[in-house]
C-alpha cells in the first residue's frame, strides 16, 4: 500500500486547512487509518486515527474540538479537516495505515508527509 498525503500549506492563524491521504496498490478499505505530526526539533505524535469502518474515531488532545478525520473508501481518501489553526499545529503531517485503529504507532504503511505551515 502506498500513502500520498496533500493538502498542506502556509496559513495563518485561525484559518483551516484540510489534509487528504490517497491510498493506492492495495485494499484501503481494510485499513484503519491515521494521521501523525512532527515539528521541528520534537518527536513524531499522533493526531488522529479512524476505523475502516469510520465508525470509531481518535484525537489527541491537541486536536479534539478542531481537527476532524474522516474517510471515503469508496475514493481510497482519509481526511483531516484542520479549523482554528494555531502556530503550534505547525509541523509534517503524515499519514499512516494499518491493520487495527491504534492509539500509537503500531501503523504498516506510511506516507512522505505533508508540510502545515501556521503563521502567528
Known amino acids: 500500500v502506498q500513502l500520498q498525503a496533500c493538502g498542506g500549506g502556509l496559513v495563518q492563524a485561525g484559518d483551516s486547512l484540510r489534509l487528504t491521504c490517497t491510498a493506492s496498490?492495495?485494499?484501503?478499505?481494510?485499513?484503519?487509518m491515521a494521521w501523525f505530526r512532527q515539528a521541528p526539533g520534537k518527536e513524531r505524535e499522533q493526531v488522529a486515527a479512524?476505523?475502516?469502518?469510520?465508525?470509531?474515531?481518535y484525537y489527541a488532545r491537541s486536536a479534539k474540538g478542531r481537527f476532524t478525520i474522516s474517510r471515503d473508501n469508496a475514493k481510497n481518501t482519509v481526511h483531516l479537516q484542520m479549523n482554528s489553526l494555531k502556530p503550534e499545529d505547525t509541523a509534517v503531517y503524515y499519514c499512516?495505515?494499518?491493520?487495527?485503529?491504534?492509539?500509537?504507532?503500531?501503523?504498516?504503511?506510511w506516507g512522505q508527509g505533508t508540510l502545515v505551515t501556521v503563521s502567528s
Open positions: 499512516a495505515a494499518g491493520k487495527n485503529m491504534d492509539v500509537g504507532f503500531n501503523y504498516d504503511y
Open positions: 496498490g492495495g485494499t484501503e478499505g481494510d485499513l484503519a
Open positions: 479512524i476505523a475502516w469502518s469510520g465508525g470509531f474515531t
